[in-house]
């Protein structure tokens, strides 16, 4: 198999010039006729030029950042897997074809930047659990051939692998156990220490723009020693974590039973909550949760497109604002139309919460939540990626992140300068992408990416879909009925609330 690798690199220009700059969308005005330079991977001072003459319409503005994502090349859709609850959707994936961990990040994060996305959080699926080192290190070359700043989450799990609870009781949901195999099966686990310790070898790959997190995949998946270990990790090297918290109402039933004293306190308790800990999803938070994490500065993200696809709920948008809290923007690899356009996916969040708090004195007659929509794009999502390390801003100082957009196709009058935001946000897609710049190199320009060749990477990526999708047979198919609904039964019972022995 060819392995498409490195398209080319661009040369880099003296400058980029620009007929408006958006230093801080959303807070500053609008600055007129700048070339934006770097160095080193920072940010010189805009310089004021002449007008361009021929009136190019190209806008500058920070790069966007992708706050929760899984990297995926091949979108399941395209693999035959419907969309739907979250806990049948899961059983769902097995089918998903076997690709080289490189190709289908390299495929993902081009895709990505091609959108204007210069940061990701990458939270890891592994295929092969006794390779996930090797899979790590393809996703490293990935990022680095991309060039976009991505965030490796190590995967830490192993428990709960087909429902939450034991495969026993999972069992007794089925008048024939026996035809379902996976139900007795060996599964590898890894250990607490070979994922800790990959962590540390994956450290050695990091970079500015590659660094690793700590990702604990979700608590109903991962043990109490993990979680304890992991915040303890954290609080001494001071690296991030990142975890799927309180997607589904399900996990919020599961959490109920299996933490009489409430999971967001025994959090606190370990020490786990703090601003180096991103949730995603978080659609079942209750108010004085809300309150705990605000007071302790976790980050959220908020996946709108994917809630609404897997049917887990709205992202806690309206508790997050009263609150002033910090939260990114995640496509979660599951964006409404599979394009990774995370400028529409802010413009679902944005409408998702003025419909939340409508009317006269709701959030769109306040005026505030164009800028806080901003700085969740730009800003909360990057400090999701990197901590705070005074991106999401076109400033002398500031890292050299930032992307150029034609404003061409959506603006063919010139607006006033209050109404210029609002309008962007409101029309922009990812076609209108033309450069962006990260660490002061281009990585897309004139809408396409510099590092990779996206379409040899997706005509390869094609070629595997369609065998894969060749093997799917009436005895093989995506969708199994019989196990499905076993699976249905099992939550109905209330068997996900039924703690062990030795939870006891």
């Known amino acids: 198999m060819n392995i498409p690798h490195s398209a080319h690199t661009a040369t880099e220009p003296d400058g980029w010039a620009v007929d408006i700059l958006l230093a801080r969308p959303g807070h500053d005005q609008p600055l007129l006729n700048q070339r934006i330079t770097t160095r080193d991977g920072l940010l010189c001072a805009p310089q004021a030029e002449a007008p361009n003459p021929l009136g190019a319409g190209r806008v500058a503005l920070p790069a966007f950042a992708n706050a929760h994502d899984h990297g995926r090349g091949v979108p399941t859709l395209s693999a035959g897997i419907p969309d739907g609850p979250l806990e049948i959707w899961l059983a769902r994936l097995g089918v998903e074809p076997r690709v080289q961990a490189y190709m289908n990040a390299a495929c993902a994060f081009a895709n990505m930047a091609e959108a204007g996305i210069g940061a990701v959080v990458h939270c890891h699926n592994t295929q092969n659990g006794r390779a996930l ?35 026993s009781q999972l069992a007794k949901c089925f008048a024939h156990p026996e035809h379902f195999p996976q139900l007795g099966a060996t599964r590898f686990k890894r250990t607490l220490e070979e994922g800790l310790a990959i962590v540390d070898e994956l450290a050695k790959l990091e970079s500015r723009t590659f660094s690793v997190q700590y990702g604990p995949v979700g608590p109903q998946w991962v043990d109490r020693k993990t979680l304890e270990t992991i915040s303890a990790r954290s609080q001494s090297t001071g690296r991030r974590v990142h975890m799927h918290f309180f997607e589904t109402r399900l996990q919020r039933e599961w959490a109920d039973a299996h933490f009489p004293e409430g999971i967001v306190t025994y959090f606190d308790r370990i020490g786990l909550l703090s601003p180096r800990l991103t949730l995603a999803h978080c659609c079942w938070l209750r108010e004085h949760e809300l309150d705990l994490l605000a007071q302790r500065g976790v980050l959220i993200s908020c996946n709108t497109s994917s809630n609404f696809r897997l049917s887990s709920g709205f992202p806690p948008i309206t508790g997050l604002l009263q609150r002033n809290m910090t939260f990114g923007i995640g496509l979660d690899g599951m964006s409404l139309e599979d394009d990774e356009d995370i400028l529409r996916e802010t413009r679902l969040l944005r409408g998702v919460a003025q419909s939340l708090r409508p009317g006269v004195d709701g959030l769109a007659d306040k005026g505030q939540f164009l800028p806080q929509c901003y700085d ?103 969708v199994n009925t019989n196990w499905e609904d076993g699976l249905r039964r099992f939550y109905r019972t209330g068997a996900h609330c039924q703690r062990t022995p030795e939870q006891t």
Do not use: C, W
């Open 133 to 167: 080192l090797a899979e790590a290190q393809g996703v490293a070359q990935a990022a680095h051939d991309v060039g976009i700043r991505v965030a490796f989450a190590v995967p830490f799990a192993g428990e709960n692998a087909l429902a939450y609870g034991p495969d």
């Open 376 to 478: 969740a794009l730009l800003r909360g999502g990057r400090e999701a990626v990197v901590g705070k390390d005074g991106g999401g801003i076109v400033q002398e100082g500031a890292p050299a992140d930032f992307v150029i957009v034609r404003t061409d196709r959506i603006m063919r009058h010139k607006v006033p300068d209050t109404a210029l935001p609002e309008l962007l946000l409101t029309r922009l897609t990812r076609q209108d992408v033309d450069t962006l710049v990260v660490d002061g190199k281009t990585v897309v320009q004139n809408g396409h990416s510099t590092g990779v060749s996206k379409p040899e990477l997706e005509h390869t990526l094609d070629e595997l879909v369609g065998e894969a999708l060749a093997r799917i047979s009436a005895d093989k198919p995506v």
